[in-house]
């Protein structure tokens, strides 16, 4: 079978040769230092939780300590379990609190005490991922005892600000046909250095991402799929200054999806490239441990750029998203690569230009659960035709064999969704599922044709935009404003302070068990490609066509 | 998905006479019997005077002769032909929609807030349940209101829409430097679509952003910039104008962070010459300028342009606050 496309196999490798180019040594600088968070994280999978009395975190104060002590450059571990097992401190809380309160001396020890903290660090950080391996072993009996959802997969958002109000909300959208929920966080959290603690009410256009709200609702969409016969999924955000630490939670209280895109922190949320890219490598590491498919943002370059213009940097995007995830050992199955509907409905030719992107897309990467996200930027408030353009993004979703679709809502950008505006969207998604779900299959573009000839014209864009990228580095490409339009120098954004450069002595045993590979599982959360669900003529990996 | 038994409902709602007790002339009179007694709160304006207009308004209509006279003072909404006042509504009650009594209910309900909202006759065309709890409706019905297009105020542009080449010309002459915009989101606002739209050279709606004009000098801060974080660099980079976009409105976040960002610039220009302050966001009322203490505000679909020749306007005299706007 070849290509719809007529996609050059040779072209297909040279750019996935280039991403890998451009993101070697973004991989080295993440080897080669620390972040705050990443260290924090390490604490957290040691089983460090809760606050003090101004709600922040333990793992904050304990981590903030050892920096003013001994520094980070050596990581956490060394210096906290040396504290622990030289005695007077019952656990970690303890010396944490302690630390707090200004009274422990940390040092980094040699030699037989070396030795000991490190296999001490390294017993309590394996008990949090015998936690999260169980967590992945729990999901996929969770999935045999109900079911998975044929794809594509239908996915809903919620965002009260408060968690007892999206656990109802979540639940009815469930029963209405939602097969994945995401809580959006609130507005701000990525900016904040430290994860928030325990079930929270209040947030601003979305609810704070917690250990306890993960754990909240979990149980009940738990409940709802058994109630549904389907397992229901729960997606939260591993993105802006604390991504390792909310990835570990995720990965403690079985969430299914985490929103993670090398980039969108850098441009949407002027997060440090260097902290982003450091904190990336660690999370990633850990969603691949915990079977957790990552979203990446692509879709948000189209909503400052030109959907048209800026095809190809959705393309070059997806790529380097897909090495830097490979990289850090998350399988095809867990690559949710993003990209979106968003070209101006004004354009000519609008429609075939977005079967051109998205069958590109779908080619490029054949195996990984594609996100398809809904138009926004030109939805007007003309909700009529803003339905009608939702249609059209199902109908395009559907003939490109998308695998995961955010559904429109025609009230896009007027307010947060009415109850009617989702069950009108979701009668949409239905009605073209219906209609046309099986149009993939017959849908041949002329291999000269307009739709063909777009796509092999967004991969050659690609590729010559990831030579650039190599020849000037992926962080000035980011700093020229290459992405997304927005320039961001490396030196710039939110939280370099807390990016430190590993001492040859580094110790960090949440690492030391992540580098050393997966548990034995095959992935159990990816939609499966195969079976009665893929009437749609799967697409060979060009790569591999000829 | 639409089922059979939301057809039956519509063509049940159409005809006239089977909607059983509840019809759409019981809800308009328990409409009308209702504004002073159930809506203390006055929400529902007295519906008396209205109707006077309505009639005096009719007969000033068919005096002026319809169409091909003057235009009239007085309109009202139209459907297929002029002054039959239809409107289409849709809204979801907390009602379940289950059994042959609940569905009655549920659109004797609907006829009801319908004629309270001043629509009859009033036509439930579509009711659907959604889950066990609510049912969604669409009604057509006629609307009795006239707007009085004398009593319509609008904020009117009060600058001519320039080209880049005659803002950046006016900048030149006017001003003999480059004109120096400094802006951010600011407060838990993270959205910097708007601000990005308007600053990047990317633009938006088919026109360039303010970097791309050649004599103004953008400095984007990005997203959740603090008010001190902003006000010091507006200084630092003598900024002409501060920019700043809003777009989380939740608990009205978006006035009280405008107000903080104005109080702030007085307070850090006591002699005056503060640049210009200027907000912006899908919920802003362009006409609370004043009220929240800065000197412009643009909603939904500003485009670059218009504010880049609001900018340029401001330059004529080149005054602000009474003081010459910079040295």
């Known amino acids: 079978m070849t290509s719809k496309l007529g996609l050059d196999p040779a072209t297909v490798r040279t750019v996935r040769e280039l991403a890998r180019k451009a993101g070697e040594p973004i991989t080295e600088m993440a080897r080669t230092h620390t972040t705050v968070s990443v260290e924090r994280a390490v604490l957290r999978l040691a089983g460090l939780n809760g606050a003090d009395a101004d709600g922040m975190p333990w793992v904050n104060r304990l981590t903030e300590a050892v920096q003013n002590s001994v520094g980070l450059e050596h990581g956490v571990a060394l210096p906290v379990w040396h504290a622990l097992t030289s005695g007077g401190h019952a656990s970690l809380r303890g010396l944490a609190e302690a630390a707090a309160a200004g009274t422990v001396t940390f040092r980094l020890p040699g030699g037989d005490d070396a030795r000991t903290a490190r296999s001490a660090a390294a017993r309590s950080v394996a008990r949090g991922f015998a936690t999260i391996d169980g967590q992945r072993a729990q999901r996929s009996r969770m999935i045999a005892a109900t079911a998975d959802p044929p794809k594509p997969w239908i996915y809903l958002i919620v965002a009260t600000g408060d968690i007892y109000e999206d656990i109802p909300q979540a639940q009815a959208a469930a029963r209405e046909g939602a097969d994945i929920i995401a809580v959006i966080r609130s507005t701000g959290q990525s900016l904040l250095d430290y994860v928030p603690e325990g079930a929270t009410r209040e947030g601003y256009a979305g609810t704070y991402a917690t250990r306890e709200n993960f754990r909240l609702m979990r149980a009940a969409l738990d409940e709802t799929s058994r109630e549904l016969g389907r397992y229901v999924r729960l997606t939260n955000y591993a993105s802006g200054l604390c991504m390792p630490e909310i990835a570990a939670l995720a990965g403690l209280e079985r969430l299914d999806m985490m929103l993670n895109d090398c980039m969108y922190g850098i441009i949407f949320r002027d997060i440090n490239p260097r902290r982003t890219f450091i904190d990336q490598r660690f999370s990633r590491q850990v969603h691949a441990r915990a079977g957790i498919v990552i979203n990446t943002g692509e879709d948000n370059y189209l909503t400052t750029a030109d959907a048209v213009d800026a095809a190809h940097t959705v393309v070059v995007s997806q790529l380097l998203n897909e090495y830097f995830g490979k990289e850090a050992g998350l399988a095809d199955a867990q690559l949710g690569l993003g990209h979106a509907f968003e070209i101006n409905p004004a354009v000519p030719d609008s429609f075939l230009l977005e079967l051109a992107h998205a069958q590109l897309v779908r080619e490029l990467f054949p195996d990984a659960p594609l996100k398809y996200m809904p138009p926004t930027k030109h939805m007007t408030g003309n909700v009529f035709a803003g339905y009608l353009l939702d249609a059209f993004f199902n109908l395009c979703g559907l003939m490109t064999d998308q695998s995961i679709l955010l559904i429109g809502m025609m009230t896009e950008g007027i307010h947060t969704p009415f109850l009617s505006d989702r069950d009108l969207a979701l009668e949409n998604v239905r009605y073209v599922r219906a209609a046309a779900g099986r149009l993939g299959e017959s849908f041949r573009p002329e291999p000269d044709g307009f739709v063909a000839t777009r796509a092999r014209e967004v991969l050659g864009e690609a590729s010559g935009l990831l030579r650039r990228i190599c020849d000037e580095g992926l962080l000035n490409a980011i700093a020229d404003g290459t992405f997304g339009v927005t320039r961001r120098p490396p030196d710039g954004g939110r939280g370099p302070e807390g990016v430190v450069k590993k001492a040859p002595e580094y110790f960090n045993p949440a690492t030391e068990i992540l580098d050393a590979g997966p548990p034995p599982a095959k992935n159990d959360n990816g939609p499966e490609r195969t079976g009665e669900d893929s009437q749609a003529v799967r697409t060979p990996q060009p790569a591999e066509a000829s | ?327």
Do not use: W
């Open chain 2, 1 to 327: 998905m639409s089922t059979d038994d939301t057809e039956p409902t519509a063509s049940r709602a159409a005809q006239p006479g089977t909607g059983g007790p509840v019809t759409a002339g019981d809800g308009t009179a328990a409409g009308a019997a209702q504004p002073r007694s159930h809506g203390p709160r006055g929400a529902v304006r007295p519906s008396r005077p209205r109707d006077a207009t309505a009639s005096t308004a009719a007969r000033a209509r068919s005096a002026a002769g319809g169409i091909g006279g003057p235009p009239p003072r007085t309109i009202r909404p139209y459907g297929d032909t002029t002054g039959d006042g239809r409107v289409q509504v849709s809204f979801t009650l907390p009602v379940p929609f289950g059994s042959e009594t609940e569905r009655a209910r549920a659109e004797g309900a609907a006829l009801q807030l319908a004629a309270k909202m001043g629509l009859d006759p009033a036509m439930v065309v579509h009711a659907k349940g959604i889950g066990s709890d609510f049912t969604f409706f669409i009604v057509y019905g006629r609307v009795s209101h006239l707007v009085d297009m004398s009593a319509v105020t609008v904020t009117e542009r009060e600058f001519p829409l320039l080209t880049a080449q005659e803002v950046n010309l006016r900048i030149r002459s006017e001003l003999g430097r480059k004109f120096v915009v400094v802006g951010a989101c600011i407060g838990t606002d993270a959205h910097t679509v708007g601000i990005d739209a308007i600053l990047n050279v990317k633009g938006h709606a088919g026109e360039k952003g303010l970097e791309y004009y050649r004599e103004i000098r953008v400095v984007n801060m990005g997203a959740q910039v603090g008010v001190p974080d902003l006000v010091a660099r507006a200084r630092a980079e003598r900024a002409d104008a501060v920019l700043v976009s809003q777009v989380v409105t939740q608990r009205d976040a978006h006035l009280s962070n405008a107000r903080e960002m104005a109080a702030a610039f007085r307070d850090a220009y006591p002699g005056g010459g503060k640049p210009l302050l200027v907000v912006g966001g899908p919920r802003f009322d362009p006409a609370a300028a004043g009220a929240l203490g800065v000197d412009a505000i643009f909603g939904r679909g500003t485009t670059p342009r218009e504010v880049a020749s609001y900018l340029a306007a401001t330059l004529d005299g080149a005054t602000r606050d009474g003081e010459p706007a910079h040295v």
